[in-house]
């Protein structure tokens, strides 16, 4: 005997849309069908017309997840399958809109026959009520697993399944992270109904709309606003290539990889400035500044036909699954230095894999970027030397070698040899920077502090010397010393 499982869809409204077709099945098998739930308008119609339902209602009681409830009642439904032969299974709207049970059962339809019988879908009796045309654009999401970056706010959007208050909640609260307090949307309940209820409420009153129920959805049109699209990545992204369309900007247009160099470089060294700082506003100023800067070399490498957004994301998507595959593989770290150690291996394993020159030396130094500033670029060749043994253990002997090159640097300055003294004097630089390293000091941030430690102690010299009405530049070198112990003190 063949299995099988008819579903039914009991469409949107009520007895009256019903085709024929599905009224005959239900009528023709009265005592072999399943809902469900019983809370669609059309079921106490069927009820009168003597077709007797077997609900599954009470499941959702027992279950604090759904999808919990929507195994069991499978499970169910194959047990009833495996008596009766063929069982009838009918569910509000389209089987295949919005219905978790029925994407479950197809799973099983190997071993048994599952034949979907149609059925209104809900969406239809939406886009009638709301006078919608779903071409322009449309988006239907679950507001039991919705997030906030789930929305396309430039589409026509219908959130289902905003059953009760608690729902409704979880859906305010996801989309005041992308629109105001005050923003309207539309809550419709058992559309296409004669109990349809449609409600325009600001997004903070959507949890205490009273005809909330399971046949309520929430709509949502197109943000026609701009100023609501600015926290949309696509929105600046149509900003950028609007500045160097056509009719743009003819500075952004002019732009080239080349050209934009320097100015990547000062908005990092501004970023770091605004972390300094600790000033949030600054900080979100600052990192958008860099963002534009990765967006333009984007736009570019679009408008040259070579690469584009995607291409960039795409890789630094696929870069990061594959470096830390103790999250994303089976890969074990339990620690920083752990997942540091990971990192290089699989950077030198692409190095490989990309095939360099057979003749060529691979060097632990790749990797290094030329135009680091020279005292970070010094940390870093002195630590990718050090994880071969390349490098004091101690401290003792580091002292020795700066006291060494600080000696040579001395002579070649009485020597008057003003080239060997330059490179003697970067000799002294590095060996300081490699007593930093030791004691886990970062040389470039340790100078960065000392750089704003004498712009603002100079700053203070000034600013007294101004308030007293005198020129900075007649003052004595005693003076002016005083007048640093003085700024000390004030830190």
């Not at 972390?275 to 967006?295: C, K, R, T």
């Not at 000696?407 to 060997?420: N, P, Q, T």
Request: hydrophobic share 40%; net charge negative; with cysteine.
């Amino acid at each position: 005997m063949t299995q099988s499982i008819h579903i039914i869809g009991l469409g949107a409204g009520d007895l009256a849309q019903i085709p024929l077709g599905i009224y005959r099945t239900l009528t023709n098998n009265r005592e072999r069908v399943f809902v469900r739930t019983k809370d669609h308008p059309v079921i106490n119609e069927l009820k009168q017309e003597g077709i007797n339902f077997h609900s599954f209602d009470e499941i959702y009681e027992k279950h604090d997840r759904f999808e919990d409830v929507y195994i069991e009642i499978v499970e169910r439904l194959l047990h009833e399958v495996s008596i009766k032969g063929t069982v009838f299974y009918a569910v509000p709207g389209h089987p295949m809109v919005a219905e978790a049970t029925v994407q479950h059962l197809l799973q099983h339809s190997e071993k048994i026959n599952v034949v979907l019988e149609g059925g209104q879908s809900f969406l239809d009796a939406m886009f009638s009520a709301l006078k919608m045309d779903p071409i322009e654009g449309f988006q239907l999401v679950d507001g039991v697993t919705m997030k906030s970056e789930d929305i396309n706010l430039k589409q026509h959007v219908i959130i289902g399944q905003v059953y009760d208050q608690f729902s409704a909640s979880e859906v305010k609260l996801a989309l005041m992270d992308r629109l105001p307090d005050d923003y309207e949307v539309t809550v419709v309940t058992a559309a296409g109904s004669e109990q349809e209820s449609i409600v325009t409420v600001p997004l903070y009153d959507l949890d205490r709309v009273t005809t909330l129920s399971n046949l309520t959805a929430v709509y949502l049109p197109p943000v026609k606003n701009d100023e609501l699209l600015y926290r949309d990545f696509s929105k600046l992204r149509e900003v950028i290539k609007t500045l160097r369309g056509p009719n743009g900007c003819p500075w952004d247009r002019k732009q080239t990889h080349e050209s934009l160099k320097r100015y990547a470089v000062e908005e990092i060294y501004e970023l770091l400035e605004a972390i300094d700082e600790q000033d949030d506003d600054h900080l979100v100023e600052e990192l958008g500044d860099v963002l534009l800067q990765v967006l333009l070399h984007a736009q570019i490498g679009e408008d040259n036909g070579y690469f584009n957004m995607e291409d960039v994301i795409s890789k630094v998507t696929e870069k990061m699954i594959r470096r830390h595959p103790h999250v994303f593989a089976d890969v074990t770290a339990d620690s920083a230095e752990e997942v540091v150690s990971n990192w290089e291996d699989i950077k030198k394993q692409e190095k490989q894999e990309a095939g360099k020159n057979e003749n060529e030396v691979m060097s632990l130094l790749d990797g290094i970027p030329a135009s680091l500033p020279n005292l970070l670029k010094a940390f870093k060749l002195q630590k990718k030397a050090a994880r071969v043994g390349f490098d004091w253990g101690e401290e003792a002997p580091m002292w020795m070698k700066l006291q060494e090159e600080i000696a040579e640097w001395l002579h070649e300055m009485k020597e008057g040899s003003y080239d060997a003294a330059v490179e003697e004097f970067g000799d002294v630089l590095f060996a300081f920077v490699n007593l930093a390293r030791f004691h886990k000091i970062d040389p470039e941030e340790a100078l960065r502090q000392t750089n704003e430690k004498f712009s603002r102690r100079f700053r203070y010299i000034e600013q007294v010397v101004s308030k007293r009405g005198d020129i900075l530049s007649e003052q004595t070198l005693t003076e002016l010393d005083s007048l640093w112990e003085e700024a000390k003190k004030q830190e």
